[in-house]
């Protein structure tokens, strides 16, 4: 049960007014902008597997964006073919490569941003499973 549905408690908890105010509770202390963005990505390390679905799903999205166009070639007629998975994969993962994300590159497009929104997401994420995993990540 959160502290929200807590009742109102008289005693020194008593605003000026005389109203009560439920007592803050560790079980669910205020939620901050960080707080909603780590209950969603693992769950307060409770749940760290669900960064992981985000991964996924984040990887099916930059999949299914960067199919919908060719990017250029770094150096023309050198490296593998394009592969917009894998694509996603290299800018998912922050630490090693796979050789597309230096390989290729967009225009300066809404393809552009997504990829560089995909790599700032791969950090949060990754740094979120990482931290869930060890239980760095708790309630305070």
Known sequence: MC????????????T???????????CCPPKTDSGYLLDA?????YRPWQAGLWLIALTLLGTAAFHTAQPKPVKPGEGAPFSP????????????GLGQRNAWYWEPTALQWTAYAMI?????????VI?????VLNRT
């Open 16 to 26: 000026s007014t005389g109203s009560s105010i439920a007592p803050w509770s560790p």
């Open 131 to 135: 931290a869930g995993v060890s239980r």
């Open 85 to 96: 998975l894998v694509y996603s994969l290299d800018l998912l993962i922050p630490i090693g």
């Open 41 to 45: 990505a693992v769950g307060y390390g």
């Open 120 to 128: 700032a997401a791969g950090w949060l994420l990754t740094t979120a």
């Open 3 to 14: 502290c929200t549905s807590l009742p109102a408690l008289p005693g020194p908890a008593s």
